[in-house]
Nanobody
Framework: QVQLVESGGGLVQPGGALRLSCAAS????????MRWYRQAPGKQREFVAR???????FYADSVKGRFIISRDNANNTVYLQMNSLKPEDTAVYYC?????????????WGQGTQVTVSS
């Protein structure tokens, strides 16, 4: 079963950029549907971005045009490039992997990485 580890979070000023990484082990990610979610204090976890096994991408309206999701199957890693960050982007960001049906269709979460946007 796949294990996920996020990294790259931190403190950044408004207008700045960060790149989050989600490194997978235990299984090859190439067939997985990969997503990023985030959860701000006192709020529910929300969808941020998705990249399919075929590299189609989808974004929440709140991040469209600012965030870019990508995947490097050779290195079993998914990225989230976050540009023009706003204070409302502050949250714990989680990576999620959805296995293909032939691998059981399991959903796996990482432990999260904190992103704080503040001056």
């Amino acid at each position: 079963q796949v294990q996920l580890v996020e990294s790259g979070g931190g403190l950044v000023q408004p207008g700045g950029a960060l790149r989050l990484s989600c490194a997978a082990s235990g299984s090859i990610l190439s067939g997985y549907d990969m997503r990023w979610y985030r959860q701000a204090p006192g709020k529910q976890r929300e969808f941020v971005a998705r990249i399919s096994s075929g590299r189609s991408t989808f974004y929440a309206d709140s991040v469209k045009g600012r965030f870019i999701i990508s995947r490097d199957n050779a290195n079993n890693t998914v990225y989230l490039q976050m540009n023009s960050l706003k204070p409302e982007d502050t949250a714990v960001y989680y990576c999620n992997a959805l296995a293909p049906a032939y691998k059981g269709g399991f959903s796996t979460w990482g432990q999260g990485t904190q992103v704080t946007v503040s001056s």
